[in-house]
């Protein structure tokens, strides 16, 4: 193996980054709600364009930048639940998933109505790329920042679901929902809660998306948000680490199907088909995902 | 109360515009007898709407600019030209739904677009069945004209452009291994990689990596570092112009320092703003130089800018030159029946347009130049031409080829 | 206002009555006549009402037209600007393009130059041709046939009765609709689309389990029965000369080919019914997603069919007729499916998987039953629509496929296939009335869709079947009485 293997574990690092920080939002939604929130994917392109609008119109840097989107994005997935989800709360579960699909569909579509159909990208100065070259090895600055900073808003995320009270309802809440308020938690505020962290990752992610793939588009969350699902689910939906795990590991099989594939005489043509054939295996084996708990039906 | 007197002003409104409906609209002075409808079908929502975008601006430019001059002239008459835009939503069967709707229901002369071989294949199939001329300006698959006698379009074939890269790269470079990065899933990276590889092929060239990624990817740094890892003197990308910035700029930051050659779809001015300096001297081909002095393509880009304060792009330049097209054949037939309008489309020879001087071959597709395109300073500059052997001929004097740049 | 309405209905309640009497064959043999007096006059009465042409489909397609050059993206746009764009003061800007828009839709709403009249104008004579054709010459009609088509019904056995609805609705159809045009393009779009949701409808309505990637198997029927027409029954360019004579391409042909792409799309589901042995719920949702994109992947790298440049050449076979027949073949193998004892353990299934399975119902079994028929249907749908674009592309069965038939169950409610049915038409007629608007298509159709959410979660008829007066004889076994007060009007509640 030569030094160009180390290169692909990088960039399969990166991508893998990117579609975990976007799984956590699915898993966290999901273990509090048992819905998968398609909009979740539009979230995360709503995120990127807030970016646009704070680097772009507010003139603001990149750290206030991913402040500002996180918060306002968070902002914006705490309304969705709020108008969208939450009367829906008693009915079936599935068009509540219906619903999450049209809200996608809405803001993706209203994104392009409203803003036209330019692409978009950050200005040069909002993160200057420097590339470092290590022995032959090519790094840029940009993947280092995003690698930490995805590793490091999990940690705390996690953190938060460990160590905190309100994440220790969290996980009650998933574990079930109907005793928990009985114990006098306000099951609204943590499902609140639960909307405004997993969105203000989606807005994270979106904006580092932007920043390593710069031409942003209203469209770029539809096949982010079905992938960063996939990864969700084979990590065990539910469980950030499995998210996050599972994030990562998409994108590595996504590199690495590439990269071995040259080996055994299979051209990357091939990669979608035999990137999602890997992951059905993973989910014929374990069906509930890597870190998932089969939940007992009670019969 | 007020709710009454809401309801009485819609009652009123109605009636109001029931009425005006019926009122006969202001006569021009070129005293129209008639219109000329024609459907343009583009694909403003779904993968592709700023393709969409592009093809309406130019549409409603070129109608604005005709009826300006008082339309077209039939025996001495003036018609009035009117499109009519359906969407394609970047779908082939809605694309389809609208050829069928233009052609039946709006009885239009003819249909410009669609552009995405996905919509321009089955539409052509439409237009083919019912008798109507049609013309694509963009699509590059050879099918959707091929043995479709109303079907014409008005870029050149993959065929063609495929080699004229591949000689530019030997020439230029002296290159003697390339490598290929292309959309699988999308059918005119797919088509121009493989004439490409073939045409590198058969002039000595080795190609050391053909890898591709599928439509909707960002990522292409595990395909770029295999293609760096195999070291080719060239990398060649046929993707479109919110695909290159990415390319480029990731085969940078994976170390790559050698030239990138791209191809027509990559003549958008939005190329430039989103890839910044990463594109600075990279060279593709295309239908036309932006500033090289054809009157024609100078009046058309200074208008262009001055109605929608941006460059055209390839697709604007292409539907501009689909309408003129048109418009002359119509003129020629001096009909408006549509089979005079094939007749004499398909008779149309030496068509001076923007992207250059063409001549439909049979089967309903340009004979025209390339011209390759170097990216100084963020700006398209005119670089060279390449011209199908025997074409123009000698007497028809000499098109983009011989033009002094205008920068 | 609630005065009005009470008065309103006041005046049509004996008329209600009277058509909540009126089988739904004398609606039919009503529309009929309707249609035939269209021919008639309905050329002339458009244009002494100013339309070019009679209007499509009701004029439901023309009256959007008018709101065409509605622009609303410059809106958002000076905030979000691209590298393109020199933005100096976005809110100016912004307020300057929502002046723009707003002048735009009032005269959209009214007037707009002389080949393009207003809203108001489209909707005022799209209404008095409605009601002059149809409306008022079908309610009087079907009340005068009503008496005949009754004494006529109650005299037939139930299934010719049934038969001669199905003729009735052939007739009007192909009448109606068969103008070589947008009428029957939309209507093969429709059946399609019924096709399509019903059958999804089955594993994701009455077996509960969460499909998404219904369009992979419509894919893998489109290609199968395309190959096989094109090999053996055309000569085209790209599988050379038919191996079998063109002539012998229809119907027979066809039919084989069809039913070839629906095994296939069959043996495809297998894919997924294998898994959902031991995976359900949100997993199995996944792998009928990995399963779509699968799909589309290998055929995309299968250079034999063309890859991403398509399949061309595909013979141009599917008409209202076939369509027509293979809608209602599908209906009536759902239907019958459901209400056998195969369909209660499927329902069972979606109830609880595991009390079925305790009290003997062969959940494998039936599981593998619910995921063929489902994707044999796809597949067969996948044929037809293959038959009618002439041109198939591995585009055109991605997620966003599967999304428009899952949005069509769930509009239509699970488990009822006539919410299914009542649920595509809606949604096809939806698509091509909504088409002038653009992009703001896909924000209005969403928006519908959130909202029936929101206000009928249920969807149009979740678990229930709407119920027509067919007027037909009571079955020997039940003695139900046939004045059942059910009608097309009390059932859409």
């Known amino acids: 193996m030569d030094l160009s293997f180390l290169q692909q574990f990088i960039n399969a690092l990166q991508l893998g980054s990117l579609y975990a920080l976007v799984a956590l939002g699915y898993s966290m939604v999901y273990g509090v709600l048992l819905l998968i929130n398609f909009a979740h994917g539009d979230i995360f392109m709503f995120g990127a364009f807030l970016g646009v609008f704070c680097s772009m119109t507010l003139k603001l840097p990149f750290v206030p930048t991913l402040l500002l989107s996180m918060i306002l994005t968070a902002l914006l997935g705490m309304t969705i639940e709020r108008v969208a989800y939450k009367p829906l709360r008693h009915a079936s579960r599935l068009s509540v998933v219906i619903t999450a699909l049209g809200v996608g569909l809405l803001l993706e579509n209203g994104m392009l109505a409203l803003t036209g159909a330019d692409p978009r990208n950050y200005p040069e100065e909002f993160l200057v790329t420097t590339v470092y070259n290590i022995g032959g090895l090519s790094i840029s600055n940009v993947k280092i920042i995003i690698i930490v900073l995805a590793f490091v808003l999990f940690l705390g995320l996690y953190l938060i679901v460990q160590r905190t009270k309100w994440g220790m309802a969290m996980r009650a809440i998933s574990y079930d929902k109907f005793a928990v308020p009985l114990m006098g938690v306000s099951q609204n505020q943590i499902i609140a809660l639960t909307f405004a962290l997993g969105t203000a990752l989606a807005a994270a992610g979106g904006i580092l998306w932007g920043v390593a793939f710069p031409v942003l588009n209203p469209y770029m969350g539809m096949r982010v948000g079905w992938k960063a699902f996939i990864a969700a689910v084979v990590g065990g939906i539910g469980d950030v680490r499995g998210a996050f795990l599972g994030g990562l590991l998409l994108g590595f099989v996504e590199i690495f199907v590439v990269e071995l594939g040259q080996y055994v005489g299979i051209s990357s043509t091939w990669r979608d088909p035999i990137a999602f054939a890997l992951l059905l295996i993973i989910l014929v084996v374990r069906p509930t995902g890597l870190f998932g708990v089969a939940r007992r039906q009670k019969v | ?407 | ?493």
């Open chain 3, 1 to 493: 206002m609630s005065t009005l309405r009470q008065t309103v209905s006041r005046w049509l309640a004996p008329l209600r009555r009277q058509l909540g009497r009126t089988p739904v064959l004398a609606f039919m043999l009503a529309f009929l006549l309707a249609v035939l007096l269209e021919q008639q006059v309905g050329e002339n009465f458009a244009k002494s009402l100013e339309f070019r042409k009679i209007p499509k489909f009701f004029g439901l397609v023309d009256i959007f037209e008018p709101f065409s050059d509605l622009d609303f993206s410059g809106i958002l746009a000076p905030f979000f600007p691209s590298p393109s764009m020199d933005v100096e003061t976005p809110i100016q800007d912004s307020g300057a393009a929502i002046g723009e828009l707003v002048s735009t839709f009032w005269n959209a709403l009214f007037y707009q130059g002389a080949r393009n009249p207003g809203f108001f104008s489209v909707l005022v004579r799209v209404l008095v041709y409605d009601i002059v054709i149809f409306i008022v010459p079908i309610l009087i009609l079907a009340l005068l046939l009503r008496g005949p088509t009754l004494w006529v019904l109650q005299r037939l056995p139930r299934w010719l009765a049934l038969a001669l609805h199905l003729g009735a609705l052939y007739v009007v159809l192909m009448l109606w609709g068969a103008d070589g045009g947008t009428r029957e393009l939309i209507l093969i779009y429709m059946g399609i689309n019924i096709m399509l949701s019903a059958s999804l409808n089955l594993v994701n309505g009455y077996m509960g389990e969460f499909s998404v990637g219904h369009a992979g198997f419509m894919a893998v029927g489109a290609y199968v029965s395309s190959v096989l027409t094109m090999v053996f029954f055309t000569n085209s360019s790209v599988f050379g000369p038919a191996l079998l004579s063109p002539d012998l391409g229809l119907p027979f042909g066809f039919i084989i080919a069809l039913l070839a792409g629906g095994v296939a799309a069959a043996l495809a589901g297998l894919l997924v019914a294998f898994p959902s042995f031991r995976t359900r719920g949100d997993y199995l949702a996944i792998v009928t997603l990995a399963i779509n994109f699968i799909v589309t992947g290998v055929i995309n790298n299968m250079e034999v069919v063309g890859g991403p440049r398509g399949l061309n050449g595909v013979p141009l076979w599917t008409n209202l007729t076939w369509i027509f027949l293979f809608t209602v073949l599908s209906i009536a193998a759902i239907y019958n499916l459901v209400n056998s004892t195969l369909g209660k353990g499927i329902i069972a299934i979606r109830e609880d998987e595991i009390a079925s399975s305790l009290m003997g119902v062969n959940t494998r079994k039936l599981k593998l039953v619910a995921f063929l028929v489902s994707s044999f249907i796809a597949g067969v749908a996948g044929g037809l629509f293959a038959h009618q674009l002439a041109y198939v592309n591995p585009g055109n069965f991605g997620i966003l496929k599967s999304t428009e038939a899952l949005v069509m169950v769930y509009l239509g409610g699970m488990g009822s296939i006539s919410g299914s049915i009542i649920a595509a038409v809606i949604f096809t007629i939806l698509i091509e009335a909504l088409r002038p608007l653009a992009v703001l298509k896909w924000v209005v159709i969403p928006l519908i869709l959130i909202l029936l959410m929101l206000f009928r979660p249920q969807g149009l008829f979740g678990f229930r079947e709407l119920k027509l007066n067919l007027g037909l004889r009571p079955k020997p076994t039940q003695g139900q009485p046939t004045e059942t007060e059910a009608s097309d009007a009390a059932a859409a509640d």
């Open chain 2, 1 to 407: 109360m007020s709710k009454h007197v809401s309801r009485l002003l819609l009652v009123v409104a109605l009636l109001v515009s029931a009425l005006g409906g019926l009122t006969v609209a202001a006569q021009d002075d070129c005293n129209f007898v008639g219109e000329v409808p024609i459907g343009v079908i583009a694909s403003l929502t779904g993968d592709r709407p700023k393709v969409g975008q592009s093809t309406v601006e130019a549409a409603e430019m070129v109608v604005e600019e005709i009826n300006a001059q008082c339309g077209l002239q039939i025996d001495g008459e003036n018609y009035e030209v009117v499109i009519l835009v359906e969407d394609s939503e970047s779908k082939g069967e809605s694309a389809v739904a609208a050829a069928t709707r233009l052609i039946v229901d709006e009885e239009v002369i003819a249909i410009i677009g669609p552009q995405a071989s996905v919509e321009a294949v089955p539409a052509g199939q439409v237009a083919n069945d019912r008798e109507t001329p049609m013309i694509s300006p963009w699509s590059t698959n050879p099918a959707t004209t091929l043995d479709r006698p109303w079907v014409f379009r008005a870029a050149f074939l993959d065929p063609f452009q495929g080699p004229v890269v591949a000689g530019f790269a030997q020439e230029e470079f002296g290159v003697t291994t390339a490598a290929v990065l292309y959309d699988i899933a999308s059918d005119y990276p797919k088509g121009l990689a493989e004439n490409f590889r073939d045409a590198a092929e058969a002039s000595g060239i080795e190609i050391v990596a053909f890898e591709s990624f599928t439509t909707g990817d960002t990522d292409f740094s595990s395909q770029l570092t295999n293609i760096i890892r195999a070291n080719p003197d060239v990398i060649f990308t046929p993707q479109y112009y919110n695909e290159v910035p990415l390319i480029v700029q990731q085969a940078r930051e994976l170390g790559y320092e050698g030239p990138i050659l791209g191809s027509d779809s990559w003549g958008t001015p939005d190329l430039l703003d989103l890839c910044g300096d990463a594109c600075n001297g990279l060279f593709f081909s295309t239908h036309y130089a932006p500033d090289i002095a054809t009157d024609v393509a100078q009046t058309f880009i200074s208008n262009y800018e001055e109605l929608y304060g941006a460059k055209p792009d390839d697709v604007a330049a292409l539907t501009y030159d689909a309408f003129q097209l048109l418009f002359t054949a119509i003129r020629d037939a001096n009909s408006l029946d549509r089979a005079d309008v094939r007749d004499a489309l398909a008779a149309i020879e030496l068509y001076e347009g923007v992207t250059g001087v063409m001549s439909f071959d049979e089967q309903g597709d340009p004979v025209k130049c390339a011209v390759i395109i170097k990216i100084v300073d963020g700006a398209f500059t005119y670089y060279d031409s390449a011209c199908p052997a025997g074409f123009p001929p000698e007497d028809a004097g000499e098109p983009a080829a011989t033009a002094t740049p205008a920068s």
